[in-house]
């Protein structure tokens, strides 16, 4: 079983900057790798940053050089830190966390997503 509740969404200038949180809580479940995806309406959800438990990361074309994901595995909680947000980057934001199930089986678990909005 794992929930995953995101926070640090909100309205925010061009330019400006947002932290998310993705705050995990599992049992019997190995997790893999966690990432962040957005959705804007009328495109298809997309992945944004992603982090294995080993510590790579990859990031979309996109965001790259302005956004940075990292862990806190003791914490179980991954980041998103957003820098020189631009209008484009409006969106609702989904973490999501990949693994093994304990008793077998690879599964993916979904957050129920925050909002960010850039303003111009």
Sequence with gaps: ???LVESGGGLVQA???LR???AASRSGFSINAMGWYRQAPGKQRELVAAITSGGS???ADSVKGRFTISRDNAKNTVY???NSLKPEDTA???CKASGVRDSGGRYDYWGQ???VTVSS
Aim: charged share 0%; with cysteine; hydrophobic share 25%.
């Design 92 to 94: 609702v934001y989904y």
């Design 15 to 17: 330019g400006g900057s």
């Design 1 to 3: 079983q794992v929930q």
């Design 57 to 59: 990361t990859n990031y």
């Design 80 to 82: 998103l830190q957003m």
């Design 20 to 22: 998310l949180s993705c």
């Design 113 to 115: 997503g925050t909002q």
